[in-house]
């Protein structure tokens, strides 16, 4: 019975293939993908991570953000290889689709990455943090919230919050307190305009089905006939539903209609319910702010890593920026370069960025040209080791590197203080002698 409910949807989801994004949109429109994923502590599959990739169209978003809860200790204690690890998989296959991590946060075992592609880093004037945890009584942070809000050079923000709310059917209560505590992480301040506060909060929320037993949901599940009576169900008997009608949870945010089965609880492995928990929509994705629209918003039941099936949905931004935005620090071009020769580059403050917002502590990488992870670069120097020159009547900042091998690169400047970077030179090549 447990079985043939599952497989009924995931035959559902097969057949209906992943729509497009809305080609109608506007250029100026930024593309937001977002997905959560409980990954029950499982090692990383990048098959099956990069077939749910594919399938969700992500390619073609300016923005991917990436939620995971229950990262495996060995994983956050380094004993996994790097190259092995969750995010070494969301980072090869986004930077081969165009995008970078823009940023990311850690909260004990839950990791929230954000992608995007680089012309989208130029908008970003600043990436703030926050994080709230719950787990015994505050001490630890397995359950709790972290966000991160992107503040982009109009004076709006973008705000990602990821949560892994307290378990059980009767924790009820505790996850509504959880959420108020949580509520704290999304720069929801007084002196903030929420009317130019983006917010996108996801997660494995743990809201669960604590009026039907186990049996009265798989007859409940499988007697649905459309999409309609699928929300209707979830409107009746879903926790988090609830705490929204009685304003005791997210009650200033939307959430699209769910027409997806629940998510939890699944035998690893396989695509069927276990049986041993009522079938709950653990996983969500809710959002606020006028300049959002959810266009899409479903679970992908090909991917069988997990007790989970992962969530995704897709967003359009009014993002209204202009391409003009410059950077705050400008490279000279590169010249040709060869690499028997001590590298060196040149570049210049702009906008009185020094003055506002400068730090000794701020440093400068060679990255490999897509840059895919601006916290790994090849080579990097603080701007304290740096010295000035005039060239004609511009002042210019040098940075000696040592020697680099044949390749293709960038140069990027990262501010402390706005921790974010603030300059991205255009690709150069460096070649072997002879």
């Not at 070494?88 to 823009?102: D, I, P, R, Y």
């Not at 459309?226 to 200033?252: C, P, T, Y």
């Not at 370069?337 to 400068?358: A, E, I, M, N, Y």
């Not at 060679?366 to 701007?383: E, Q, T």
């Amino acid at each position: 019975e447990k079985g043939r409910i599952l497989n009924r949807f995931t035959a559902l989801f097969t057949r209906r293939s992943a729509s497009k994004w809305n080609r109608a949109m506007n250029l100026d429109d930024w593309r937001i993908v977002c997905i959560t994923y409980n990954i029950n502590t499982r090692r990383t599959e990048s098959d099956q991570i990069y077939q749910l990739l594919e399938e969700e169209d992500v390619a073609e978003s300016d923005i991917a953000v990436v939620a995971l809860q229950e990262l495996s200790h060995s994983e956050l204690l380094g004993a996994v290889r790097a190259e092995a690890t969750w995010q070494a998989s969301f980072c090869s296959w986004m930077s081969a689709s165009g995008k970078s991590l823009l940023c990311k946060g850690s909260l004990a075992s839950n990791l929230l990455l954000i992608f995007a592609r680089l012309h989208i880093f130029s908008s970003v004037d600043k990436i703030d943090s926050r994080l709230s945890r719950s787990s015994f009584g505050g001490l630890t942070g397995h359950k709790g919230t972290l966000a991160l809000r992107v503040h982009l050079r109009d004076n709006r923000s973008l705000v990602f919050a990821s949560s892994h709310f307290l378990p059980n059917p009767e924790g009820y209560e505790n996850r509504c307190m959880q959420y108020f505590a949580g509520k704290s992480c999304i720069f929801n301040d007084k002196n903030i305009d929420d009317e130019r506060n983006s917010v996108i909060w996801l997660g494995d929320m743990n809201w669960r089905v604590d009026t039907l037993s186990t049996q009265e949901m798989f007859d409940r599940l499988n007697a649905i006939a459309s999409d309609d009576e699928m929300d209707a169900l979830v409107n009746e008997v879903d926790q988090l539903r609830r705490a929204r009608r009685e304003g005791k949870a997210f009650s200033d945010f939307n959430e699209a209609p769910i027409h997806f089965a629940p998510t939890y609880r699944i035998i690893v492995g396989r695509t069927r319910f276990d049986g041993e928990r009522v079938p709950s929509w653990c996983d969500r994705i809710l959002y606020r702010g006028s300049d959002l629209v959810c266009e899409h918003y479903r679970d992908n039941r090909t991917v069988t890593i997990s007790d989970h099936f992962p969530v995704i949905a897709r967003f359009r931004y009014k993002a209204s920026l202009s391409d003009d935005f410059k950077w705050n620090v400008v490279f000279e071009p590169v010249p040709h370069w060869l690499s028997v020769v001590p590298f060196t580059c040149r570049f210049s403050f702009k906008h009185d960025f020094w003055q506002r917002s400068g730090s000794y502590r701020d440093w400068i990488g060679v990255f490999p040209s897509a840059i895919p992870d601006p916290a790994l670069p090849i080579s990097w120097l603080y701007l304290m080791t740096c010295y000035d020159t005039v060239i004609g009547s511009r002042s210019l900042t040098v940075a000696e590197f040592p020697n680099l091998s044949s390749g293709c690169y960038r140069l990027a400047y990262f501010s402390a203080n706005r921790n974010c970077l603030q300059g991205i030179s255009d690709p150069f090549e460096v070649e072997n002698f002879g």
